[in-house]
Nanobody, 126 residues
Framework: QVQLVESGGGLVQAGDSLRLSCAAS????????MGWFRQAPGKEREFVAA????????WYADSVEGRFTISRDNAKNTVYLQMLNLKSEDTAVYYC???????????????????WGQGTQVTVSS
């Protein structure tokens, strides 16, 4: 049974940092792209960042470019999202995703991802 389990969310103040983790289980994900989406209350789910299987390529939403960094450890079947200089507009539930054949601009399409985690809440107070 494939599972993606996020952790590391919480309540922080604007300007603070957080690192989210997502541990995948059930099979190896070393050949899958992995990524993060988020959903704020009353808003649609939006793409945050993605990384290809080799870590050689990453993609970011404009809103987080330069503040967030995605990385992965294939030996641990884990993907991370380092978030710096958090803003109130970053408040959302953050979801981990995994999938094969997801690349570049297609990473922004939620329908292209095969697996989703349950989400972890990030709240940034201003």
């Amino acid at each position: 049974q494939v599972q993606l389990v996020e952790s590391g969310g919480g309540l922080v103040q604007a300007g603070d940092s957080l690192r989210l983790s997502c541990a995948a289980s059930g099979r190896t994900f070393s050949r899958d792209a992995m990524g993060w989406f988020r959903q704020a209350p009353g808003k649609e789910r939006e793409f945050v960042a993605a990384i290809n299987w080799s870590s050689l390529m990453t993609w970011y939403a404009d809103s987080v470019e330069g503040r967030f960094t995605i990385s992965r450890d294939n030996a641990k079947n884990t993907v991370y999202l380092q978030m710096l200089n958090l803003k109130s507009e970053d408040t959302a539930v953050y979801y981990c995703v995994a999938g094969r054949g997801v690349y570049g601009i297609s990473s922004g399409d939620p329908g292209r991802w095969d697996y989703w985690g349950q989400g972890t809440q990030v709240t940034v107070s201003s």
